[in-house]
């Protein structure tokens, strides 16, 4: 029998979690076997507890539950999430990689053009060790994609760009749309596939999507709090741009780079807009202010890590949105504890203090 003269281990492999939050069983990693398997996955699984989630053979995994996570982090269970993907944040507290990427389990392979099945791990890996460029838009997309480069009057001193701390995926078939817009287009697919990946501008915001992102856990991983969404909260589906807002901000302060654009993946199903508005129509109105909120945050120069960033940002939760309804004083306070729940968890070299974090039951 022949065998390969050379063994190709793929990217990042010891370097990288895929983190899922889900309620059902994960057939949809079958599809996903030859681009995930070899990768370690943390598996978050939300609702009841006692529900056995059945996890295809063949993947190194180890599966949190709610019983998990209130035995692991005590008290301070109380800042992550219950009933809403949002409970996805718990993952990246306990992964001790450098890298995550996070999926939705209603997320498929995608093709593109030619018919080739994309592999949206690597594109995000690809994005991630590439820099981005936050100081000055090249019209010409990604400079460090091979076929590309700066473009004339592009300033040489820039051209080293800053180091990729969020890379956000796209979506083909059921887009990422709000419950007002998919009650107005109940039938609208996404079929158009733009082969370009952006830097998004120093300064400017974006609504991050949670199911297709990969990010730099070391860089930014403190600010990819997910918040306090689902059960108990007033508010739903605000999860992804709350962690979106929050870290670009911070990216921003910290000289970070943030990526949009390939790779695609197939959203293969529509949530009901129904229960999507019911979930969403507080936040539709106090967007119109946490959004600006955000345009005008400042952080001290003294703030030199994403945790100091983080509450820093706390505090402006509370004394800017606080006014706008109770809620938000409540969201700062679980701001805080993630961040004592990170550190307590991910203590620095010279923290005596080490929790080890471990499911139930390890794979």
């Not at 390969?4 to 370097?15: I, K, R």
């Not at 969404?229 to 943030?258: E, S």
């Not at 809620?327 to 203090?353: C, H, Q, R």
């Amino acid at each position: 029998m022949s065998v390969p003269a050379t063994v190709v281990t793929p990217p990042l492999v010891n370097e990288l979690d895929i983190v899922i939050p889900t309620i059902r069983n994960l057939d949809f990693l079958e599809q996903w076997r030859p681009f995930f398997q070899p990768y370690h996955l943390i598996i978050v699984q939300d609702g009841d507890p006692s529900k056995t989630i059945r996890v295809p053979e063949g993947f190194d995994y180890e599966l949190y539950n709610r019983n998990d996570i209130n035995r692991i982090l005590g008290p301070k269970s109380s800042c992550i999430s219950f009933k809403d993907s949002a409970c996805r944040c718990f993952g990246f507290l306990v992964s001790k990689k450098k890298y995550i990427f996070t999926i939705d389990d209603d997320c498929f392979v995608a093709k593109d053009p030619s018919g080739q099945e994309i592999n949206a791990l690597a594109q995000h890996i690809h994005n991630l060790l590439t820099p981005a460029t936050p100081l000055f838009f090249n019209t010409l997309y990604d400079p460090y994609r091979e076929g590309a480069d700066f473009v004339r009057g592009y300033p040489f001193s820039l051209r080293e760009g800053v180091t990729t701390a969020i890379s956000h995926g796209l979506w083909l078939n059921i887009p990422d749309y709000d419950a007002p817009t998919q009650l107005v287009k109940p039938r609208e697919r996404n079929t158009r596939y733009v082969d370009a990946v952006l830097t998004i501008p120093k300064e400017t915001l974006f609504p991050m999507c949670g199911m297709n992102l990969g990010f730099h856990r070391e860089l930014i991983g403190p600010a990819m709090y997910f918040g306090l969404m689902g059960d108990g909260q007033p508010i739903g589906r605000y999860d992804d741009m709350w962690a979106g807002w929050c870290a670009k901000v911070i990216c921003d302060h910290l000289g970070l780079g943030v990526k949009t654009g390939l790779p695609y993946i197939w959203h293969s199903k529509a949530s009901n807009p129904f229960v999507n508005l019911k979930k969403e129509y507080k936040g539709i109105y106090w967007q119109e202010d946490i959004i600006p909120f955000f345009q005008n945050v400042t952080l001290p120069k003294e703030c030199t890590t994403p945790q100091t960033c983080y509450i820093e940002l706390s505090k402006l939760v509370k004394e800017k949105l606080g006014p706008i309804d109770p809620y938000f004083e409540k969201l700062g306070d679980a701001m805080v504890t993630w961040i004592d729940a990170w550190n307590e968890l991910n203590p620095s070299t010279d923290d005596a203090t080490t929790v080890k974090a471990e499911p139930s039951i390890p794979k």
